[in-house]
């Protein structure tokens, strides 16, 4: 089942054309890499499927609503991390867990079960009263990540997740999105980290506001006679001729 679709999905500033008529799928459970160097119009893309920018021309369904009509719906119905994403410091990890299940509209009733069923899956019932600022960076992310999908959203966007996380922690990282996609959650991700794009099902790769190859990454490694993502994003990154996003 498609959860996310776009049909010449186009958004301009002014003369500037940030995303220039993007049409792709994803489907439900899938993990889906959404990539480009600094420029390309990732972050605008996401936005707009995000309900939070809306599109100069074409279409855009997320959850089974449009991005035009529905973007409050689109809302409620998705989870979202970035790097920039920040918990509340000077709360307790449990504070911040039932905080963001309310704010998610988890009913109150489930708000004490899905705290300690989330404390346990992490691991972190020895820290459930440890101010959020005192965790170390990796264990924020994970716990943010955690956080953005406590109600169980169709689908999670996540903008760069794992920036300045250690290899370790990443990976850890990365089991945790493992799980929530064979939860049925469809992942979003875009990231920096090239061995990243390995993990997911299928990658797309911006270039100037377009989608220059949209494949699985075993497919681009072979049209591309890559040895690994890095090579081939590379490749494509060449021909951009903007460097601002």
């Known amino acids: 089942m498609k959860v996310i679709s776009a049909e010449n999905l186009t958004k301009k500033f002014g003369s500037f054309t940030a995303v220039d008529h993007i049409s792709f799928e994803v489907e439900q459970g899938e993990i889906f890499g959404f990539l480009g160097a600094n420029?390309?119009?990732?972050?605008?893309?996401?936005?707009?499927?995000?309900?939070?920018?809306?599109?100069?021309?074409?279409?855009?369904?997320?959850?089974?609503?449009?991005?035009?009509?529905?973007?409050?719906?689109?809302?409620?119905?998705?989870?979202?991390?970035?790097?920039?994403?920040s918990m509340y410091e000077d709360l307790k990890v449990w504070e911040n867990i039932r905080l963001f299940a309310g704010i998610y509209g988890v009913p109150e009733k489930e708000i004490g079960h899905r705290t300690d069923e989330l404390l346990s899956n992490l691991q972190f019932e020895s820290q459930k009263d440890t101010f959020v600022k005192s965790l170390p960076l990796g264990w924020k992310q994970k716990l943010a990540f955690s956080v953005a999908i406590v109600h169980e959203p169709k689908i999670v966007f996540l903008d760069e997740p794992t920036g300045g996380v250690d290899p370790a922690a990443r990976r850890q990282f990365w089991e945790l999105i493992y799980q929530a996609a064979d939860r049925g959650i469809t992942v979003f991700v875009t990231t920096h980290y090239m061995d990243e794009a390995e993990y997911c099902n299928r990658v797309s790769i911006m270039v100037d506001g377009r989608i220059d190859a949209l494949d699985t990454p075993r497919n681009l490694k072979e049209r591309f006679n890559a040895s690994g993502m890095d090579d081939v994003f590379q490749r494509l990154a060449r021909g951009a001729k903007r460097n601002s996003d």
């Open 39 to 85: 420029g390309a119009g990732k972050t605008t893309a996401m936005r707009m499927l995000c309900g939070l920018s809306k599109p100069t021309s074409g279409k855009g369904m997320v959850a089974g609503y449009d991005i035009s009509k529905n973007p409050e719906k689109i809302k409620a119905s998705i989870g979202y991390m970035s790097q920039k994403f």
